[in-house]
């Protein structure tokens, strides 16, 4: 599907009493989903790299009333506020501490009445905890986190959107793929309410000084999971889509992933990420060559 977006937002945080700090932000986001447009694609090909006209599963949705309002689109001005809870030691690469925020975020809606009322709040949680193994090369690190709809309506768009206290990345929707669920494919994991854990062990193998500069070569084994909490209404079963009633039981378990990354870092500042993950179960990917690269650890 071709989807266009256009994000503002200005973020404030101040203390109340350390570790414990207040947030509060607003800003409005714009978000435009349609049908591929496979002729301007094509006009970029070349030879036989041409897409062919297809109805997608997008088409498909809009077709059978999924996707309410037609083309998917909206403005949405949006209000949020919360708590965080900070007792790191360090913010990047903690040995040790907690990093944890809650908060709501208000959304109105600007589009036509005649679509959709698509007024809402959500709630987000997010736990990191940092647990050092006895020496200070050695870290055992997890995240729990969920993302809720408790009050209205929400558009498919904005379940697939994880908002954020602070944007530190462009995109920031789905489960699964680099930043959320590794090995999973991306966005694979989207409904009104998810939740997610991670969990892996930080080693720094190998420490060296190049010139006046500190280096280590890390390994961080992981396991990443995320799961359906807050399920749609409407549960997609027509034959033609998936040719076979759906299966609940296989919908709302949770998805399981693991592997394992390299860290390059220099002076625990720069760190050079290679994370490679696959799916525990072949529906949820069936590959095994799934690496990552990025720039520092996931969180």
Not at 169 to 192: D, K, W
Request: a positive charge; hydrophobic letters at 40%; one cysteine or more.
């Amino acid at each position: 599907m071709k989807r266009d977006l256009f994000r503002f937002s200005t973020d404030l945080q101040g203390t109340i009493e350390k570790p414990w700090y207040w947030n509060v932000g607003l800003g409005l986001l714009y978000c435009s989903y349609g049908s591929v447009d496979v002729a301007r694609l094509n006009k970029y090909a070349k030879g036989t790299d041409t897409l062919p006209q297809a109805t997608t599963l997008y088409d498909r949705y809009v077709e059978l009333g999924y996707i309410k309002g037609g083309s998917g689109s909206g403005f949405h001005p949006y209000l949020h506020g919360g708590l965080t809870l900070d007792t790191r030691d360090r913010q990047q690469n903690p040995r040790r501490g907690i990093y944890a925020d809650a908060f709501f975020t208000f959304y109105g809606d600007l589009a036509p009445k005649e679509w959709a009322n698509y007024t809402n709040v959500k709630f987000n949680f997010a736990w990191r905890h940092y647990v050092p193994l006895g020496c200070d090369r050695a870290v055992f690190a997890y995240r729990v986190g969920t993302q809720l709809n408790v009050v209205g309506d929400s558009p498919f768009y904005l379940n697939t959107y994880l908002n954020q206290l602070y944007m530190q990345r462009v995109i920031y929707e789905g489960l699964g793929g680099a930043n959320s669920i590794r090995g999973i494919l991306r966005n694979r994991i989207i409904a009104r309410g998810v939740a997610f854990a991670n969990a892996e062990f930080r080693f720094q193998v190998v420490r060296f000084m190049i010139g006046k500069e500190h280096f280590y070569i890390g390994l961080n084994p992981f396991l990443d999971a995320g799961m359906v909490v807050q399920p749609y209404d409407d549960v997609v079963s027509d034959p033609e889509l998936d040719g076979s009633a759906v299966d609940r039981s296989q919908i709302y378990r949770p998805h399981l992933s693991a592997g394992c990354g390299l860290k390059v870092a220099m002076n625990e500042n720069f760190v050079l990420s290679v994370d490679w993950a696959a799916a525990l179960d072949k529906q949820d990917n069936g590959k095994m060559a799934n690496i990552y690269v990025k720039m520092g650890y996931m969180f």
